[in-house]
Every structure is written in C-alpha cells, then in structure tokens.
T-cell receptor, first 114, second 118 residues
Framework: EADIYQTPRYLVIGTGKKITLECSQTMGHDKMYWYQQDPGMELHLIHYSYGVNSTEKGDLSSESTVSRIRTEHFPLTLESARPSHTSQYLC?????????????FGEGSRLTVL | AQKITQTQPGMFVQEKEAVTLDCTYDTSDPSYGLFWYKQPSSGEMIFLIYQGSYDQQNATEGRYSLNFQKARKSANLVISASQLGDSAMYFCAMREGHSFDSNYQLIWGAGTKLIIKP
C-alpha cells in the first residue's frame, strides 16, 4: 500500500481565502507531483518536484504555488481562492529508480470555493 | 492533438463478464510505456498494469491483462471475470522516452467510467 497522505480530504471555503493543501509521503521518493482533476475528466499536471528545493510548473497553468523544503512534504498553496479553483487536487510521488516507475497517489483533496 | 484517446466515456457490464476498455495512443517516440490506473469513488488512483513499447508479450497482472497492438497503437485493458468492486474510473496514461529516464511526465486519457451490474 502506498504511503502518501493528503489533507484536508474535503474543503469548502469562501472566495479570497488563503488555503494550503498538504501532501506527505513516507516512501522517501524524490519525485512528487500535483495534479488537478475535474470530475470525470483527465488529470492535468500543475506542479512537480524532483527533489528538495526543486519545483517546476506543469502543463496546466495554475495560480497555486508549491514548495519542497523536505523530501517527504510537498504542500500546495492558493493565496486567494476563487470559484474557478474548485476542483480535485491529487498529489503523487515516485521513486527515481525502479521499474516501471509508476506513480503512487494520495486520496485527493476536493476543494470547493464559494 | 490528443495523444491518449479513451473512446468509451462509460460502460455497463454484468458481473462476472469480461470487459475491455479501449485506449489508443499517438507518439513518434519508439520508446514509450503505457500505464493503466483505476480510480474508485474514494478518489485515489491505483496503478494496475504497465506495458513497455519493446515488450514482446502482453502484460498480465492477476485478472488484468493488456491487449497491446503496437501497429494499431492501441493498449486495451481487459478485466476478466468482473466484480462489483471493479466499478470505478479507469485511466490510460503514456510515458514517452526510455524507462531508464525517470524524469518523464505522464500523458493521460480522459478515462472510462465502468459500472459493474449485479
């Protein structure tokens, strides 16, 4: 079983609030990812990190920011949430070695901005 | 252009029947890999099976097998003897480039919602 945890699972907040979605993994994986997923739709990569102090933007433009100060922790922050940010956010990680190098996912954070 | 196409938005299948979920892909890279993931209503994505472009045989993992037709660029997931617990979204994803290069990004299909009827 994968050991990657996301909190909160569900969050309903008002417009303009600052939020942080937490993601932690205990597998020692170097590579971590944030995906955004609307219901019944494909995943879109918004941020990734290949190690401590390394962060990159993904294919889908996002107003969120991320940080990677510790290997196990990859939080995502929205400084001022808007209704357009309503979505599910999935955190994933994988090892830099090993085959086939599949992603391990958390259970997701479902964000609703009113 | 879409690189991963899953043409079945939704499927209903009777319990214990086999089911095939379609996935076609597009790439000019000779080295690539195809992944299938299951996403139950709980939200977590679960890795099911992997097929590399150079693999000579179709991948199998328990009740899951992959019908890999390289010339047709298709990698269909076959679930044998379906169970109620198989009801979920299923996603096909592709990695371009060699598997030794771990710095790849997955390209995802839009998914197929599978519902198993008792």
């Amino acid at each position: 079983e994968a050991d990657i945890y996301q909190t909160p699972r569900y969050l309903v907040i008002g417009t303009g609030k600052k939020i942080t979605l937490e993601c932690s993994q205990t597998m020692g994986h170097d590579k971590m990812y944030w995906y955004q997923q609307d219901p019944g739709m494909e995943l879109h990569l918004i941020h990734y990190s290949y190690g401590v102090n390394s962060t990159e933007k993904g294919d889908l433009s996002s107003e969120s920011t991320v940080s990677r100060i510790r290997t196990e922790h990859f939080p995502l922050t929205l400084e001022s949430a808007r209704p357009s940010h309503t979505s599910q956010y999935l955190c994933a990680s994988k090892t830099g070695t090993g085959f086939p190098g599949e992603l391990f996912f958390g259970e997701g954070s479902r964000l609703t901005v009113l | 252009a879409q690189k991963i196409t899953q043409t079945q938005p939704g499927m209903f299948v009777q319990e214990k029947e086999a089911v095939t979920l379609d996935c076609t892909y597009d790439t000019s890279d000779p080295s690539y890999g195809l992944f299938w993931y299951k996403q139950p209503s709980s939200g977590e994505m679960i890795f099911l099976i992997y097929q590399g472009s150079y693999d000579q045989q179709n991948a199998t993992e328990g009740r899951y097998s992959l019908n890999f037709q390289k010339a047709r660029k298709s990698a269909n997931l076959v679930i044998s003897a379906s169970q109620l617990g198989d009801s979920a979204m299923y996603f096909c994803a592709m990695r371009e480039g060699h598997s030794f290069d771990s710095n790849y990004q997955l390209i995802w299909g839009a998914g197929t919602k599978l519902i198993i009827k008792p």
